[in-house]
């Protein structure tokens, strides 16, 4: 666990670095607000198409190769965006970095390899830290590597820092990383053929309880991800600020989350379960976006900010360890790699949504709107009941229901 948890923290230290970056690169070369949100898009627009692709590849290869591989296109991506001297070179930059994002899927499959119903929670939490460590150092970096005056803005370090990061989780990944696929599930996978692993998916899928939890996903993916694409320019707005006071926020994000996902993640998670964690991370995320349009100061902005880091911090492993528990383990890369597509498929049209909300309506709608789909997502997740599998080794499954 230790292992995949470095190597995750690092090369999210490099995505985290861009993140704040991305808006004002953009409005360097005279983008808009709708083609800024589209900039942060076309990542998630090619890693939609990927990355069911990298999951049966893990499921088929091992996931070792699968994320060296990924780290590899990582790198050059952010290369590719440090040179770029247009706004179509930004895009098609980011759009290979989206191509290259199948390490992310990956090492959820990594984990659920490695941990079992006991701690998958605690597993992904892991992860989930992982994640929020990087958007601590990322974005401080980035902010302080770019400058705090967006007409002054050094755009061409922070990408190469970010491609230095990148790299050094790539060699982690050679060198320490060992296979978690055991060679008997892949021997099952390579011995079954392609329309029998494909029919036993599609059975997989059609199941009303996944499909809940993908949409689920997709919904409260889909509001974060609007409040992402569009905070920056709001905060120039609202506060003139530039790259570097939005690099500190998202890095304030990352330390609640990663306390939350590091540590509270285990507790809360044998107190309520997956099902009450997700509830009350939808209500949570609801609150906080509610509170962000009537922020005229730091002090009540920071306290929006904490109530939607908790909520996501707590939502988005839970839905991942409820989506894994569901499935068998020969199953799990492409159940997964799906999970993630629709995550990635609402990071597509969340910041589109907001862009167009921001342009037309003001400022502050993106906010006002995303508080009230996570209201109707809440409702939703009333569906869910507790629902776990258990792999019989043949493809087949028993599952065990409890309200």
């Given at each position: 666990?230790l292992i995949?948890?470095?190597?995750v923290f690092?090369n999210?230290?490099g995505?985290?670095?861009i993140i704040?970056?991305?808006?004002?690169?953009?409005?360097?070369?005279?983008?808009?607000?709708?083609?800024?949100?589209?900039?942060?898009?076309?990542?998630s627009?090619?890693?939609?198409?990927t990355?069911?692709?990298?999951?049966?590849?893990?499921?088929?290869?091992?996931?070792?190769?699968?994320?060296i591989?990924?780290?590899?296109?990582?790198?050059?991506?952010?290369?590719?965006?440090?040179?770029?001297?247009?706004?179509?070179?930004?895009?098609?930059s980011?759009?290979?970095?989206?191509?290259?994002?199948?390490?992310?899927?990956?090492?959820?499959?990594y984990?659920a390899?490695?941990?079992?119903?006991s701690?998958?929670s605690?597993?992904?939490?892991?992860?989930?830290?992982?994640?929020?460590?990087?958007f601590?150092?990322?974005?401080a970096?980035?902010?302080?590597?770019a400058?705090?005056?967006?007409?002054?803005?050094?755009?061409?370090?922070?990408?190469?820092?970010?491609?230095?990061?990148?790299?050094?989780?790539?060699?982690?990944?050679?060198?320490?990383?060992?296979?978690s696929?055991?060679?008997?599930?892949?021997s099952?996978?390579?011995?079954?053929?392609t329309?029998?692993?494909?029919?036993?998916?599609?059975?997989?899928?059609?199941?009303?309880?996944?499909?809940?939890?993908?949409?689920?996903?997709?919904?409260?993916?889909f509001?974060?991800?609007g409040?992402?694409?569009?905070?920056?320019?709001?905060?120039e707005?609202?506060?003139?600020?530039?790259?570097?006071?939005?690099?500190?926020?998202?890095?304030?994000?990352?330390?609640?989350?990663a306390i939350?996902?590091g540590?509270?993640?285990?507790?809360?998670?044998?107190?309520?379960?997956?099902?009450g964690?997700?509830?009350?991370?939808?209500l949570?995320?609801?609150?906080?976006?509610?509170?962000?349009?009537?922020?005229?100061?730091?002090?009540?902005?920071l306290?929006?900010?904490?109530?939607?880091?908790?909520?996501f911090?707590?939502?988005t492993p839970?839905?991942?360890?409820?989506?894994?528990?569901?499935?068998?383990?020969?199953q799990?890369?492409?159940?997964?790699?799906?999970?993630r597509?629709?995550s990635?498929l609402?990071?597509?049209?969340?910041?589109?949504?907001?862009?167009y909300?921001?342009?037309?309506?003001g400022?502050?709608?993106?906010?006002y709107?995303?508080?009230?789909?996570?209201?109707?997502v809440?409702?939703l997740?009333?569906?869910?009941?507790?629902q776990?599998?258990?792999d019989?080794?043949?493809g087949?499954n028993?599952?065990?229901?409890?309200?």
């Open positions: 666990m995949l948890f470095v190597i690092v999210l230290v995505f985290g670095i704040p970056l991305l808006p004002f690169f953009g409005e360097h070369f005279n983008a808009t607000p709708v083609e800024v949100t589209a900039l942060m898009a076309i990542y627009a090619t890693q939609f198409v990355a069911p692709l990298w999951g049966f590849l893990s499921d088929k290869y091992g996931r070792r190769p699968i994320l591989f990924t780290l590899a296109g990582t790198v050059a991506s952010y290369i590719w965006f440090a040179l770029a001297t247009d706004l179509t070179t930004l895009f098609l980011r759009a290979l970095a989206g191509i290259m994002a199948g390490s992310i899927s990956t090492a959820f499959a984990m390899d490695i941990t079992d119903e701690n998958r605690k597993g992904m939490g892991l992860i989930g830290a992982a994640f929020g460590l990087g601590i150092a990322g974005p970096i980035g902010g302080l590597l400058g705090s005056d967006p007409a002054t803005t050094n755009f061409q370090l922070p990408s190469f820092v970010a491609a230095g990061f990148s790299s050094a989780a790539l060699l982690g990944a050679i060198v320490m990383l060992k296979e696929l055991s060679p008997e599930i892949r099952q996978m390579a011995q079954r053929s329309v029998e692993r494909w029919n036993l998916f599609k059975k997989t899928i059609s199941r009303s309880d996944i499909v809940t939890i993908i949409i689920l996903t997709f919904l409260a993916i509001v974060f991800a409040l992402e694409a569009t905070f920056a320019m709001w905060s707005r609202q506060f003139d600020w530039g790259v570097e006071q939005n690099g500190y926020i998202f890095a304030f994000i990352g330390i609640i989350s939350i996902q540590t509270l993640i285990g507790p809360i998670s044998k107190r309520i379960g997956e099902i964690m997700i509830r009350q991370g939808f949570a995320l609801g609150i906080g976006l509610a509170i962000i349009p009537f922020s005229n100061n730091l002090p009540l902005l306290a929006a900010m904490i109530i939607v880091a908790y909520g911090s707590i939502s839970a839905l991942n360890s409820l989506l894994s528990l569901k499935v068998p383990a020969d799990q890369g492409g159940v997964l790699g799906i999970g597509s629709a990635t609402s990071r597509v049209f969340g910041p589109i949504g907001a862009g909300l921001f342009a037309f309506l400022r502050d709608w993106p906010f709107i995303g508080a009230l789909l996570m209201l109707a809440l409702l997740s009333l569906k869910l009941v507790k776990t599998v258990s019989t080794g043949d087949s028993t599952q065990k229901q409890k309200t």
